[in-house]
């Protein structure tokens, strides 16, 4: 048995590696009236990791580019803190920074792609938004806070992390995949598509956003000394097994 009953909230956690869009997507899915999210926490990227006790943070496991290698970063419901408990006071702690009179709470945290299991036994009824990006724009924007590591290193830990979330997902009843490349593709489709997921009228407020980024950090890319070097060509067929091309946008 999950160790919390379904309440009056319906909970929804999103999880993507760093750099991978989990923040913008939370902020415009908190933008609909009847959805709750974390704002001015004071926690970096307001991530629902920082605001807790029971989970290790993703910096505990080696952090951007190297958490998913860690065993212990894996939690599932036979995590020895997948305890009712802990569920209670999971939600007591983010329910600090949640409006609960809106019916709808999210919360996000890379770390989460790794735990949509372990979540799930603790919130029934949950719902997960699985983010994914192209490994390119991920890899040189994690290196920002990871220089010691090559493209070819955080590439490598992206397959890493999704292929363990792609098998977790088959043992998820409520899951979601959003690729970034879509939400700037299309932005209204693919945020009708969330709200008909969350069970919500489409009424979120999209502003302005940046549509290139991933162009630019492809176009970086195919200059750069570092893949002149190494074009990660070998790699191809993993990452296409997640639905991208190496080398391409």
């Known amino acids: 048995m999950r160790g919390e009953q379904e309440t009056r909230h319906r909970t929804v956690f999103l999880g993507g590696l760093h750099r991978s869009g989990t923040t913008l997507l939370a902020s415009l899915i908190a933008t609909h009236p009847q959805v709750s999210g974390f704002r001015q926490t004071g926690a970096p990227e307001d ?18 580019g190297r958490f998913a290698y860690v065993p212990e970063a894996h939690m599932t419901e036979r995590s020895p803190l997948a305890t009712a408990a ?12 949640w409006d609960l009179s809106r019916p709808v709470l999210v919360e996000k945290s890379p770390p989460n792609l790794l735990r949509f299991r372990f979540l799930q036994h603790l919130f ?6 699985f983010v994914m ?20 290193q955080v590439v490598r ?7 363990i979330a792609a098998a977790d997902a088959a043992m998820i009843d409520s899951l979601l995949l959003v690729r970034y490349e879509d939400l700037m593709v299309d932005p209204s489709t693919t945020m009708k598509s969330i709200a008909e997921f969350l069970d919500l009228s489409a009424d979120f407020e999209l502003g302005a956003l940046d ?13 750069s000394p570092e893949r002149a070097a190494d074009d990660l060509h070998d790699l191809e067929p993993d990452v296409l097994r997640h639905g991208y091309h190496i080398n391409a946008c």
């Open 124 to 129: 029934a009824g949950s719902r997960f938004i």
């Open 86 to 97: 802990n569920g209670r006071l999971l939600r007591q702690q983010w329910s600090r920074y």
């Open 47 to 64: 991530e629902g990791q920082h605001l807790q006790t029971v989970c290790p943070i993703d910096e505990h496991h080696g952090g951007p």
């Open 157 to 163: 830990h992206w397959v890493h992390a999704y292929d």
């Open 211 to 223: 549509r290139v980024t991933n162009a630019r950090y492809h176009a970086r890319w195919l200059s």
């Open 133 to 152: 990006r192209h490994p390119i724009p991920v890899a040189l924007s994690t290196r920002k806070w990871t220089p010691a590591l090559t493209v070819r």
